[in-house]
């Protein structure tokens, strides 16, 4: 079975940074996208930032600038430092892969780590 394990995360200040990062666990031979999208207590969940096996990075616009998503294929970790945080960015984000091939031959849609609090203070 494959899982993403998520670290990182906590409270900063506005203007602060923090780190998170997701690594997968289990079988998995293939990862076509890997990412963070997160959600606000009472709103809907939004992309955050996403990198494709190919290195391709997107980010919403909301982030751009601030936060740089990283991807080490080898390693099947993706990294998500963010700068000069907001408190607009205080939300739990959650860590996905999508198209994901595990050796058994299973293929995954989309799987979705637990999630981790980021809180941003004024």
């Known amino acids: 079975q494959v899982q993403l394990v998520e670290s990182g995360g906590g409270s900063a200040q506005h203007g602060g940074s923090l780190e998170l990062s997701c690594a997968v666990s289990?079988?998995?031979?293939?990862?076509?996208?890997m990412g963070w999208y997160r959600q606000a207590s009472g709103t809907e969940r939004e992309f955050v930032a996403g990198?494709?096996?190919?290195?391709?990075?997107h980010y919403a616009d909301s982030v751009k600038g601030r936060f740089t998503i990283s991807r080490d294929n080898a390693k099947k970790v993706v990294t998500l430092q963010m700068n000069s945080l907001k408190p607009e960015d205080t939300a739990n984000y959650l860590c996905?892969?999508?198209?994901?091939?595990?050796?058994?031959?299973?293929?995954?849609?989309?799987?979705w780590g637990r999630g981790s609090q980021v809180t941003v203070s004024p």
């Open positions: 289990g079988n998995a031979v293939s990862i076509s996208v």
């Open positions: 990198a494709t096996s190919g290195r391709m990075l």
């Open positions: 996905y892969a999508r198209e994901v091939v595990a050796r058994s031959g299973e293929l995954y849609d989309v799987i």
